[in-house]
Nanobody, 123 residues
Framework: QVQLVESGGGLVQAGGSMRLSCAAS????????MGWFRQAPGKEREFVAA????????YYADSVKGRFTIFRNNAKNTVYLRMNSLKPEDTAVYYC????????????????WGQGTQVTVSS
């Protein structure tokens, strides 16, 4: 099990950029696939992006493909989400997830979660 702490959220104008960070505790971070999910008010939590333990494989939701980039630094036990060309519909609480079982969305949903960080995009 890992403890996850997200940071970097806030308020940004549409078209702007933001970088989220997720710091993990523990010495086995490099063995975990990591992902980002988000939840807007009144909606279910949805997948945003995922990255394999080595960083060699990444996956994105269609809604963010080409605008968001997930990357990780295993030496710093941190995974990041770089968000460009932000839209008001990107407004949500963003959650970091860790999975030892693989990079699939279903597996990641059963993994460890952070407390979330709010991202608000104004029009």
């Amino acid at each position: 099990q890992v403890q996850l702490v997200e940071s970097g959220g806030g308020l940004v104008q549409a078209g702007g950029s933001m970088r989220l960070s997720c710091a993990a505790s523990g010495r086995t971070f490099s063995s975990y696939a990591m992902g980002w999910f988000r939840q807007a008010p009144g909606k279910e939590r949805e997948f945003v992006a995922a990255i394999s333990w080595s960083g060699g494989s990444t996956y994105y939701a269609d809604s963010v493909k080409g605008r968001f980039t997930i990357f990780r630094n295993n030496a710093k036990n941190t995974v990041y989400l770089r968000m460009n060309s932000l839209k008001p519909e990107d407004t949500a609480v963003y959650y970091c997830a860790a999975s030892k079982g693989g990079i699939s969305i279903a597996t990641m949903r059963k993994g460890d979660w952070g407390q979330g960080t709010q991202v608000t995009v104004s029009s």
